[in-house]
């Protein structure tokens, strides 16, 4: 009954940037945190930013200076905001999110769909 919808994701030219969201529905007592991750074909998933219910966040390097993440908790929903774009950028960014149905439930992942992101002129 939980999903993650996520949106946002497109081509831009190198240098450009893009806003990806997500939102969590369902029956949610609690997200204890959210992320961005992204795949390319022949690899694995990566981590790209990750926020902790205390608000902490977590980046890769190679994104650190260039996309903020941050999560709005009334909404259950999470933004990455990209800028300065690169061809290496290009990849499927899913998101995800650690939570619990119900205080005495154990708390687990979901995944959302996955959208394309793609930087080339």
């Known amino acids: 009954q939980v999903q993650l919808v996520e949106s946002g994701g497109g081509l831009v030219q190198p240098g450009g940037s893009l806003r990806l969201s997500c939102a969590a529905s369902?029956?949610?007592?609690?997200?204890?945190?959210m992320g961005w991750y992204r795949q390319v074909p022949g690899a694995q998933r990566e981590l790209v930013a990750t926020v902790n219910g205390a608000g902490s966040t977590n980046y890769a390097d190679s994104v650190k200076d260039r996309f903020t993440i941050a999560r709005d908790n009334a909404k259950n929903a999470v933004n990455l905001q990209m800028n300065s774009l690169k061809p290496e950028d290009t990849a499927v960014y899913y998101c995800?999110?650690?939570?619990?149905?119900?205080?005495?439930?154990?708390?687990?992942?979901?995944w959302g769909q996955g959208t394309q992101v793609t930087v080339s002129s």
């Open positions: 995800s999110a650690d939570m619990q149905s119900w205080i005495y439930a154990p708390s687990f992942t979901r």
């Open positions: 369902g029956s949610i007592f609690r997200i204890n945190a």
